[in-house]
Nanobody, 122 residues
Framework: QVQLVESGGGLVQTGGSLRLSCVVSGRSIRNYVMGWFRQDPGKERAFVAARWGGSSTYYAESVKGRFTIAGDNVKNTVYLQMDSLKPEDTALYYC????????????????WGQGTQVTVSS
């Protein structure tokens, strides 16, 4: 069965960087729309970035220019490079897989990872 496992989260200072990884098992990432979402306690899950069709990408306005989504077909892994981190980026980050190109809605992603915590100190 398809499984997604995130890693790479941690505690960083404002302005720092983190690279999140999402290892996908059971199906090639080439066949999915891959997305990253984040969620803070008491808040709804929010879209961060998506990649599909080999090279197409879409980013939430709040992370545009700071975050980059990429994929490694050999390792079957999707990455989220996060630079210039801000305290407001603090959240549990989820990797997700779906089939609706460029969707920013969680309901369009049937497969989810367990999440990895990112905390940015002020």
């Amino acid at each position: 069965q398809v499984q997604l496992v995130e890693s790479g989260g941690g505690l960083v200072q404002t302005g720092g960087s983190l690279r999140l990884s999402c290892v996908v098992s059971g199906r090639s990432i080439r066949n999915y729309v891959m997305g990253w979402f984040r969620q803070d306690p008491g808040k709804e899950r929010a879209f961060v970035a998506a990649r599909w069709g080999g090279s197409s990408t879409y980013y939430a306005e709040s992370v545009k220019g700071r975050f980059t989504i990429a994929g490694d077909n050999v390792k079957n892994t999707v990455y989220l490079q996060m630079d210039s981190l801000k305290p407001e980026d603090t959240a549990l980050y989820y990797c997700a897989a779906g089939s609706r190109s460029g969707s920013h809605y969680p309901r369009d992603y049937p497969y989810w990872g367990q999440g990895t915590q990112v905390t940015v100190s002020s």
